[in-house]
């Protein structure tokens, strides 16, 4: 059964048919993709939300689809993806995110993914979760430090030429050991409730 996490502001579910529209829309848009190689059109994007939907329904977890909970309204998605063999520093689970651009600068994706990493060592009990961005990607890396994240290296994404522009990749990592265990990250004290559906 799929899990929900509540946090203050967000929910962080499955997928809704609702939330493909404007997931094609923020997929779309050149400023939320502005480090990616390319936007999605919205087959390429609906084929994503699909993927995302199908995880959660196998293993329960996954890139929850994000809402705000003051207004039932899709932002994104934030969440925990595992990759079994395509980095050199696999097998890994990340955390990631992505929100639409009008939700940018409000905290949210630091609250989805403190929420996550609390699933992460305290419901999975995972040892590492890891995260990863461009280098030129100032505000994910400024998340990832929020998240008391450290850097432990740099590596070049395999899925692009090694001479593409966003090829240049910078990994983050946070041990379990490391993790404080009352949601208390840079001030950012909040109730997280974890629940199957």
């Given at each position: 059964?799929?899990?929900?996490?509540?946090?203050?502001?967000?929910?962080?579910?499955?997928?809704?048919?609702?939330?493909?529209?404007?997931?094609?829309?923020?997929?779309?848009?050149?400023?939320?993709?502005?480090?990616?190689?390319?936007?999605?059109?919205?087959?390429?994007?609906?084929?994503?939300?699909?993927?995302?939907?199908?995880?959660?329904?196998?293993?329960?977890?996954?890139?929850?689809?994000?809402?705000?909970?003051?207004?039932?309204?899709?932002?994104?998605?934030?969440?925990?993806?595992?990759?079994?063999?395509?980095?050199?520093?696999?097998?890994?689970?990340?955390?990631?995110?992505?929100?639409?651009?009008?939700?940018?600068?409000?905290?949210?994706?630091?609250?989805?993914?403190?929420a996550c990493l609390v699933f992460a060592f305290q419901h999975l009990n995972l040892a590492e979760v890891v995260s990863f961005t461009a280098v030129n990607n100032i505000k994910s890396q400024a998340v990832m430090q929020r998240l008391n994240m450290n850097i432990v290296g740099y590596f070049d994404h395999p899925a692009l030429d090694r001479h593409h522009a966003l090829a240049p990749h910078i990994l983050y990592s946070l041990k379990q050991a490391d993790f404080p265990g009352n949601h208390d990250v840079h001030g950012l004290s909040q109730s997280i409730h974890i629940a199957q559906v």
């Open positions: 059964m799929p899990i929900e996490i509540e946090t203050t502001r967000l929910l962080l579910r499955q997928w809704h048919p609702s939330d493909y529209p404007a997931f094609a829309k923020m997929n779309a848009d050149p400023e939320v993709m502005h480090h990616f190689p390319q936007c999605l059109n919205t087959r390429q994007s609906n084929a994503l939300a699909d993927k995302f939907y199908q995880l959660i329904e196998e293993q329960s977890w996954g890139f929850w689809a994000l809402e705000l909970k003051c207004s039932r309204q899709f932002i994104g998605f934030t969440g925990l993806h595992y990759q079994p063999q395509q980095f050199s520093f696999s097998p890994c689970t990340e955390v990631g995110w992505r929100l639409a651009q009008a939700y940018w600068g409000k905290g949210y994706a630091t609250e989805a993914a403190l």
